[in-house]
């Protein structure tokens, strides 16, 4: 169980970090980014720099929070 | 793949090894020091081989995924792990978050060394080795994920790994002949151009991976296609200059308004 727990945790370290922040945003937004391109709602040429902005956004957003603390 | 993004990979393979294998380097010698280096290095040797293994099982198992969902989950992940990267350089710049010294974690790793017990197994002193290994193989896996990622999302892993032996070979080359850690090493700035040269290749192959999604899951183009890169490159520098020069005079932060 201890190894379990450890081995979870190594891997949310490793890729989540210290602020899960900007892992949930980054998932949040690639997963707009989908809907929109699988509906075809939006023409790729607007698409592609959208999605780049709104990952800037969430970085954006996550640095506020980390100066805060 | 144009020569400038083939430059831009060779570049950040090499940077992002450089810096984990610094980290690496001054465990290792931390342990050699004050526990013996035949520990030190058998544990060094144990964990090439587990990364070794990684690679032998992770490496044929990513190839089998198609492209455009590789670009996908792998370009979320390296963007995830880069944009940590940038955001803690972003706070440390800004005087925010502790600067990374090697020096300090040196002299930590001593006192651990020095104040742990003595316990043999296999003839090893097992502390040593266990912390030889693991500082290796845990700094190793970065180095291992990241070339991995960017060889086969670019189509170039000889690029990357290029880019990590040439980083291997200088930090072992001067820990060897300098014997002590590498504090000399600005660090922080490089960990800064890593964490900007993941986020370009992270936001570059996520959003072109996309195009999964997409009827005939075609990958969705950057204006400019690779030429993106040096775009996206800018942009990300643009806005980590902007946030530090905010945080710095406290506009970023209401609590500190």
Do not use: C
Not at chain 2, 95 to 114: C, P, Q, S, V
């Amino acid at each position: 169980m201890r190894f379990v727990r450890g081995f979870g945790r190594f891997w949310y370290d490793f890729v989540v970090g210290d602020d899960w922040r900007i892992a949930a945003g980054v998932v949040l937004v690639l997963a707009a980014g989908a809907v929109l391109v699988a509906t075809d709602a939006v023409s790729h040429g607007v698409l592609v720099p959208l999605v780049g902005a709104a990952i800037v956004g969430v970085v954006g957003v996550s640095i506020v929070q980390g100066a805060r603390r | 793949m144009s020569t400038t993004s083939a430059l831009f990979l060779v570049l950040a393979a090499f940077l992002a090894s450089a810096v984990e294998m610094v980290e690496a380097l001054t465990i290792v010698l931390a342990v050699g020091v004050t526990r013996g280096w035949r520990s030190a290095l058998i544990g060094v040797a144990a964990a090439t081989v587990a990364l070794a293994a990684v690679v032998a099982v992770l490496g044929p198992a990513l190839t089998l995924i198609p492209i455009n969902g590789l670009r996908l989950v792998v370009g979320t992940l390296l963007l995830i792990f880069g944009l940590q990267w940038l955001r803690k350089a972003v706070l440390r710049s800004a005087g925010l978050k502790a600067h990374n010294d090697e020096d300090e974690t040196f002299r930590e790793e001593i006192e651990a060394g020095r104040g742990a017990g003595e316990q043999r197994r296999l003839g090893l002193d097992w502390f040593g080795f266990v912390v030889s290994f693991k500082g290796v193989f845990l700094e190793g896996l970065e180095i291992v994920f990241i070339v991995i990622t960017f060889g086969l999302n670019a189509d170039d892993v000889p690029a990357a790994a290029a880019g990590a032996a040439i980083a291997g070979v200088l930090v072992l080359g001067i820990g060897a002949i300098a014997h002590r850690p590498l504090a000399g090493v600005p660090q922080n700035t490089v960990k800064f151009a890593v964490g900007l040269l993941l986020s370009t290749f992270g936001t570059f192959w996520a959003v072109e991976g996309l195009g999964v999604f997409a009827e005939g899951s075609e990958s969705l183009e950057w204006p400019g296609g690779d030429a993106a890169l040096p775009v996206l490159l800018a942009v990300w520098a643009g806005f980590a200059w902007s946030a530090i020069r905010l945080l710095r005079r406290g506009r970023l932060d209401p609590a500190g308004a």
